[in-house]
């Protein structure tokens, strides 16, 4: 099955720094990479998504790439505020809509102002 | 309004008592999962379900239940709750592939259980 690894665990910047999350997965079937992020005492919530057939993808501050020949896939948060501190987490799955988002671990980001 | 609805919000309870974990989404998703997350920690998928009369395990799904008898409705019982379940329990829901746009997956607010 699928197995998605997240680093770094925590990671801490000064306000206006860019932040940069990494994940790597196993299953090349996977083609559907989204990005979720849990502020403390909140629910997760998608912020960002990539499917196999783009490389990158921007939403303002926020952007992801994704390189399907090493299996890893990157976070990007330019010009970081305090609010951007939160969780978060990748995920990975196929649209054969047969087996679940495997999610990583997780990664702690503070925003020290 | 569209959205996931879980109750109770917190729960404490003794040992060896059964209890269920209430989750109704109002999206019209077919796909709905149960996760056991530590406050900001790892999201453990314990059960999930691709429509009703469809339930699977995930990997964590010892000592716990799930039924879809509706398309709305996801409960989760733990038949005898034990200190090691304590935890925040989070429910979501997500559209099946092909129907929409978005994959996204819709978390609820979660129920924390404190067993004493």
């Known amino acids: 099955g699928e197995n998605v690894e997240q680093h770094p665990s925590t990671l801490s910047v000064q306000e206006g720094d860019s932040a940069v999350i990494k994940c790597t997965y196993s299953?090349?079937?996977?083609?559907?990479f989204p990005w979720y992020k849990q502020e403390l005492g909140k629910r997760p919530q998608l912020i960002i998504d990539?499917?196999?057939?783009?490389g990158e993808k921007k939403d303002q501050r926020i952007a992801v790439t994704l390189n399907k020949t090493a299996k890893h896939f990157s976070l990007h948060i330019t010009e970081t505020q305090p609010e951007d501190s939160a969780v978060y987490f990748c995920?990975?799955?196929?649209?054969?809509?047969?087996?679940?988002?495997?999610f990583g671990k997780g990664t702690r980001l503070s925003v020290i102002a | 309004e569209a959205d996931i609805y879980q109750t109770p919000r917190y729960l404490v309870i003794g040992t060896g008592k059964k209890i269920t974990l209430e989750c109704s989404q109002t999206?019209?998703?077919?796909?709905m999962y149960w996760y056991q997350q530590d406050p900001g920690m790892e999201l453990h998928l314990i059960h999930y379900?691709?429509?009703?009369?469809?339930?699977e395990k995930g990997d964590l799904s010892s000592e716990s239940t799930v039924s879809r008898i509706r398309t709305e409705h996801f409960p989760l019982t733990l038949e005898s709750a034990r200190p090691s379940h304590t935890s925040q329990y989070l429910c979501?829901?997500?559209?099946?592939?092909?129907?929409?746009?978005?994959?996204?997956?819709?978390f609820g607010p979660g129920t924390r259980l404190t067993v004493t």
């Open positions: 979501a829901s997500s559209e099946y592939p092909g129907r929409g746009n978005s994959y996204e997956q819709y």
């Open positions: 299953d090349s079937a996977s083609n559907y």
């Open positions: 990539i499917r196999s057939n783009v």
């Open positions: 995920a990975a799955s196929s649209n054969s809509g047969n087996t679940p988002l495997v």
């Open positions: 999206m019209g998703h077919d796909k």
């Open positions: 379900s691709y429509g009703v009369n469809s339930t």
